[in-house]
């Protein structure tokens, strides 16, 4: 058992760290836009509609057919990889091997929900 908490606190570790770059990054790109405006308005430069338009509108993309199957096989894989790591870990001690199937059940499941989505998607035949 001791060996499972040893693997989550590396895999937490590992997974914060790309966390933190991803949270910087958008905030770094949201100031640089806020910047961009300022200097636009203090130097007198009017902003046109669609200037404004483009700024404020949602940027994320209508989920599709496309994007619903590559996140659940993404969710999929993942899953597999705990699977393959509580089977790993079963050799070692043969109590950790139902728990690690537990948590691996877990993202299996939300991949395989996304791939059911796809199905019902209204936007089936828009690419991302």
């Known amino acids: 058992m001791e060996f499972m908490v040893g693997i989550v606190a590396i895999i937490s570790v590992f997974g914060f760290i790309p966390a933190i770059i991803w949270i910087l990054a ?13 200097k636009s308005i203090e130097s007198g430069h009017p902003l046109t509609p669609e200037a404004i338009e483009a700024l404020t509108r949602n940027n994320v993309t ?3 057919a496309a994007k619903d199957v590559r996140t659940g096989v993404i969710w999929i894989a993942v899953g597999v990889g705990f699977a393959a790591m509580g089977f790993a ?27 059911a989505l796809s199905f019902f998607n209204p936007n089936k035949g828009k690419r991302v």
């Open 89 to 115: 870990v079963g050799y070692m001690d043969a109590d950790a091997f139902h728990p690690a199937l537990g948590v691996a059940s877990i993202p299996t499941v939300i991949g395989l929900a996304y791939i």
């Open 26 to 38: 958008n905030a770094r790109v949201k100031r640089e836009v806020q910047d961009t405006l300022r």
């Open 62 to 64: 209508a989920p599709s």
